[in-house]
């Protein structure tokens, strides 16, 4: 694909970084919170994220559509690419003045993860996935590679959320060494940087929530599967993901299904 380049990749870094910071000058000067139909939490934060990323989109969106947690959803079932957007991923953590909130975008091709990017604004930290099929940490841009690895212990790494059915049965069922709960799709890069290797997901989620995480862990050797061991697709409908488990190279390929 000729248009993944250098220079895809040092737009979108720039792209993300300066969500970053409009994220943490909007909470600095105070959120307003409005409420979704669904029922979640919106920041005025969320909102302007969004739209500078859609606002500079022209600069790297090549022509694809563009899927966004916070603007009206467009056709991609006869799409090869489309864009996955999380302007911040993790509000709950945002509005609370926590660090554990991000920032995601995700290139999707044949619907899976292709390209991926996630920004810790707080730590400005990026997890991304070179042009070259590799994947990277760069924090104050200092630039670490992210190789396949071998991590004996069994991590297990959830959300902060309390713990229903599905993931109390799946705890019971798998041995585990350690517990660590995490919110945000920092829990995929947490895989990728070798401090964990299960992320169990038995709540609903969105695609946008996935993608660039997935892709993350894609690149490190792991796996991403459903509950029928298949990998996580894109483009369903109504941008739904399914139950899922997220493990590293080295867990076996297994089929971890929660008692219902």
Known sequence: MTFITDQLEKKLKEIIYNAGDIALEERKKGLKLSTKFNGSIVSSGDINVSDYIYKNSTAWELGFPIICEEKPYVDVSKSEYFWLIDPIDST?????????????????????????????????KLYYTGINNKAFIEKKFSILEINNYWLNNKIIIIGTSRINKFTSNFLNKVKFDQIIFMPSSIKFCLIAEKLGNIYPKFYPTMEWDTAAGHAVVNLVGGKVIDMQGVELQYG?????????????????????????
């Open 236 to 260: 369903k409908k109504g941008f739904k993901n399914s139950f899922f488990v997220a493990h590293s190279k080295c867990i076996n390929t297994e089929l971890f299904v929660p008692e219902m």
């Open 92 to 124: 709950k953590s945002y509005v609370s003045n926590k660090n554990t909130f991000t920032v995601n975008i995700a290139l999707i091709e044949n619907r899976k993860p292709r390209l991926g990017y996630v920004l810790q604004p707080s730590e400005n």
